[in-house]
């Protein structure tokens, strides 16, 4: 396995990466224990790089280390997702006001516009899982867009826990008709430099976003309760 640059990951790194796609896919169950050595064994590899891993993934909120008894795989609560809304929807929406202020020309803004096209072909398949990874190069490529590195420092701490909330609800909410045509508007609002109505319109998505994927998430723990 190699990373972006094709160089060799580390055992840490892998060890991050593979940890994350079973927790984000679900092979590894919110609310299930996991012994430091079942992990190790069932990658592959020493204890040392995945009790590293799992500091990491723990800073991220995907799970909960625990002495002697291993690590904890946390499950996607209603009132996480709540707070995380809140910072995301702020942050992001100023990444958009100050992404339309920056003046991009279309060469700038072409990964924005692939990634609109690509949200807009998926629906048209009925392809809700390729619509999620338009939706999520979407807002990835906003936050660079924005210009503030502290700001995507942040946000990149808490957007695994809305992939696993958007991954557990992607099938049980209306189409995404609606976030297209938001998306739509924030991009032609960047292109014609419109920070305040960029700003607004992404805000009042993230809000939207927030209100139908906390209502799941509460529906989805009371059925199980």
Sequence with gaps: MTDSNDKPLSSSQRAVHELRQMILT???????????????AHLGMSR??????????????LLEMRPRKGVRILPVSPDDMREIYDVLTE???LAAQRAAEAGYGPKDLTL??????????????????????????????????GGNKRLQDIVSMMIDQVRRARSSTLFMRPKPLKSNEDHRVVLQA??????D?????????????????????????????
């Excluded at 040392?48 to 909120?61: D, N, W």
């Excluded at 960047?190 to 920070?195: L, N």
């Design 112 to 145: 924005l516009t692939e990634s609109l096209h690509r949200m807009e072909q998926a629906l048209e398949k009925d392809d809700l899982e390729a619509w999620a990874e338009g939706d999520e190069m979407f807002h990835s490529e906003l936050v660079r867009l």
């Design 48 to 61: 040392t790089p995945v009790r590293e891993a799992a500091l990491l993934l723990e800073s991220k909120g």
């Design 197 to 225: 109505l960029a700003r607004s319109r992404h805000h009042q998505h993230r809000q939207q976003a927030k209100d139908v994927i906390i209502s799941l998430l509460e529906k989805h723990r009371l059925r199980q309760l």
């Design 190 to 195: 960047i292109r014609d430099g419109d920070a």
């Design 26 to 40: 679900g092979q590894l169950a919110a609310g299930t224990d996991h012994l430091e050595s079942e992990l190790a």
């Design 91 to 93: 942050l992001e929406s």
